[in-house]
Nanobody, 126 residues
Framework: QVYLVESGGGSVQAGGSLRLSCVASGYLGNMNCYGWFRQAPGKEREGIVGIDQIGRTNYVDSVKGRFTVSLDNAKNTLYLQMNKLQPEDTAMYYC????????????????????WGQGTQVTVSS
């Protein structure tokens, strides 16, 4: 079993920044893909980024150049630095951890194949 706890969400104005954190615990031995997805009310889950154990990243186009993911393996902590936030970024954000035998991508982050936490709310006002 894997447990994930996200934090760092909040309310900001457009153009602002937030840094999300996700602490993972439990059995992580065979996990090789980490990521973030988000879901706004009434909308489908949207993958944001996937990052593998050696730091290779894959972002969805809508956040490229604004969001940066990082993984601290020593602390079992995943981060998402979000800059230049826009109202359309408003959603509940979830980190996800799992195993994949294909590429670790933002598309994988949007699937239900991994473990995810309770989420942290991000609200961006115009």
């Amino acid at each position: 079993q894997v447990y994930l706890v996200e934090s760092g969400g909040g309310s900001v104005q457009a153009g602002g920044s937030l840094r999300l954190s996700c602490v993972a615990s439990g059995y992580l031995g065979n996990m090789n893909c980490y990521g973030w997805f988000r879901q706004a009310p009434g909308k489908e889950r949207e993958g944001i980024v996937g990052i593998d154990q050696i730091g290779r990243t894959n972002y969805v186009d809508s956040v490229k150049g604004r969001f940066t993911v990082s993984l601290d393996n020593a602390k079992n902590t995943l981060y998402l630095q979000m800059n230049k936030l826009q109202p359309e970024d408003t959603a509940m954000y979830y980190c996800v951890v799992g195993y994949t035998d294909i590429a670790c991508t933002w598309e994988w982050a949007a699937t239900s194949f991994g473990y995810w936490g309770q989420g942290t709310q991000v609200t961006v006002s115009s």
